[in-house]
């Protein structure tokens, strides 16, 4: 079968969804390109982001899908409700692994649902369907991501958002399933997650059954291609098996940013302290060893990089997923935090809420310098994040992110 790559288009005022053909000035484009692309030309830039003439676009890689070593990522575009221009937010996924082998190039998502329910998209070879999806609203995302897989069988794809983005909250982030099934790997920055939820549009499911996997053109020169970048990933100390990210995660950075001055102290008002060992990468790995927990760790099949990891509670209890480096910098220093197990949980508060963490651990910062905890309150932290989660009116001052947090509390 000789089907080439489709766009499927999801019509959220309508609940319709249809695949189209690739436009041919699309076909060399592939994740950010992609969306980055069909966002410049198709959304108006004086639309409200949150309204029914943003777009949100989702694509995976070029080669996504195929052989080609630690390419299982995946781009998301939209205007931005943060920031008011084009943003791309990405992750490693076999999400898009599994978007790759369907010849899915594109799914636009375009609209918006006009009640108040919330929908599941699934997405099948053939097609897609809406089911309403009101059950998992106000729910965490790992409880209801065990309750999806149950309902949709262990080998589908999951993209959702979180009760952050139930509340339009601009620091919140789409979430896609790891390898474990855990909600932790996300497309966080510029608050797509509530682009998403204000259509309606509540999970993706991807069943890929029946998928005729990546089309390959020339053989010979894709195998010399992915020997050639095998080889270089391989070799190089930074991404080498042994090397320093498939022994430390990105977290290596953290003791090397800090030597240099630049590693976040108590809301960006220093660059150095010397604690931040205590939550350096090294550190780290050896605690994970410790508990049963798992690293070097793959965010996607086919990554040879593997700087991922799976984080624990003492005793192997309470999987959180990857603890990144700027998830540590952002909810550990920033906040005046140098304790994993304090970070582990702010942490998987962020996965469970569908938080950006980058955005969460700046909104917090500046929530401790306005007042609200003191800089080094952990358990205040994890309390202001509850606020969201009962989207009280803090809640929802907090979930809108970093400035809008400031300009609240009369932090400059």
Same mark, same amino acid.
């Given at each position: 079968n000789t089907m080439s790559k489709r766009i499927l288009r999801v019509d959220m005022t309508k609940l319709e969804a249809k695949f189209e053909d690739v436009p041919a000035d699309f076909v060399a484009l592939g994740g950010r390109a992609l969306t980055s692309t069909i966002v410049a030309k198709e959304v108006d830039p004086l639309c409200h982001p949150l309204g029914a003439y943003n777009k949100l676009v989702f694509a995976p890689g070029l080669v996504t899908g195929s052989k080609a070593p630690t390419s299982g990522r995946l781009s998301v575009g939209a205007k931005s409700p943060l920031t008011g221009g084009i943003k791309e937010a990405n992750a490693g996924t076999n999400f898009a692994q599994k978007l790759g082998r369907m010849r899915i190039a594109a799914i636009v998502v375009e609209g918006k649902y006009k009640g108040e329910d919330y929908y599941l998209l699934k997405i099948t070879n053939d097609g897609a369907e809406f089911v309403k999806a009101n059950k998992w609203s106000n729910k965490g995302l790992y409880d209801t991501y065990e309750e999806l897989y149950k309902e949709y069988g262990d080998k589908v794809g999951i993209c959702g958002v979180g009760?952050?983005?139930?509340?339009?909250?601009?620091?919140?982030?789409?979430?896609?399933?790891?390898?474990?099934? *855990?909600?932790?790997?996300? /497309?966080?920055?510029? #608050?797509?997650?509530?682009?998403?939820?204000? %259509?309606?549009?509540?999970? =993706?499911?991807?069943?890929?059954?029946?998928?005729?996997?990546?089309?390959?053109?020339?053989?010979?020169?894709? !195998?010399?291609?992915?020997? %050639?970048?095998?080889?270089?990933?391989?070799?190089h100390d930074v991404t080498k098996p042994g090397g320093a990210l498939n022994s430390y995660g990105t977290s290596v950075l953290v003791n090397i940013i800090n030597e240099a001055g630049g590693l976040p102290q108590r809301n960006f008002s220093s660059g150095q302290d010397d604690r931040s060992e205590k939550v350096s990468g090294e550190v780290k790995a050896e605690e994970i060893r410790k508990r +049963? +927990? @798992?690293?070097?760790?793959?965010?996607?099949?086919?990554? =040879?990089?593997?700087?991922?990891?799976?984080? $624990?509670?003492?005793?192997? %209890?309470?999987?959180?997923?990857?603890?990144?480096?700027?998830?540590?910098?952002?909810?550990?220093?920033?906040?005046?935090?140098?304790? *994993?197990?304090? =970070?582990?949980?702010?942490?998987?508060?962020?996965?469970?809420?569908?938080?950006? @963490?980058?955005? /969460?651990?700046?909104?917090?910062?500046?929530?401790?310098?306005?007042?609200?905890?003191?800089?080094?309150?952990? !358990? #205040? /932290?994890?309390?202001?994040?509850?606020?969201? !989660?009962? %989207? $009280?009116?803090?809640?929802?001052? *907090?979930?809108?992110? $970093?400035?809008?947090?400031?300009?609240? *509390?009369?932090? @400059?």
């Open positions: 009760i952050a983005s139930e509340i339009l909250g601009a620091a919140t982030g789409i979430c896609f399933n790891d390898p474990e099934g *855990l909600p932790s790997r996300y /497309a966080g920055r510029g #608050g797509l997650g509530a682009v998403m939820a204000s %259509k309606g549009l509540k999970f =993706i499911i991807v069943d890929e059954t029946g998928a005729l996997g990546v089309e390959i053109l020339n053989e010979e020169a894709f !195998k010399m291609g992915t020997r %050639k970048l095998s080889n270089a990933l391989t070799s +049963g +927990g @798992t690293r070097p760790h793959f965010c996607s099949p086919g990554c =040879i990089i593997q700087c991922s990891e799976v984080w $624990t509670k003492p005793g192997g %209890k309470d999987p959180v997923g990857v603890l990144e480096y700027e998830s540590v910098w952002a909810l550990g220093p920033n906040c005046g935090i140098y304790d *994993l197990d304090v =970070i582990g949980e702010l942490n998987r508060a962020c996965n469970d809420l569908g938080l950006d @963490t980058i955005e /969460a651990g700046g909104l917090l910062g500046v929530a401790m310098e306005g007042g609200l905890t003191e800089f080094g309150n952990g !358990k #205040g /932290a994890l309390k202001l994040l509850d606020e969201v !989660k009962n %989207k $009280t009116p803090t809640g929802r001052i *907090l979930a809108n992110g $970093t400035a809008f947090t400031a300009q609240a *509390l009369g932090v @400059t």
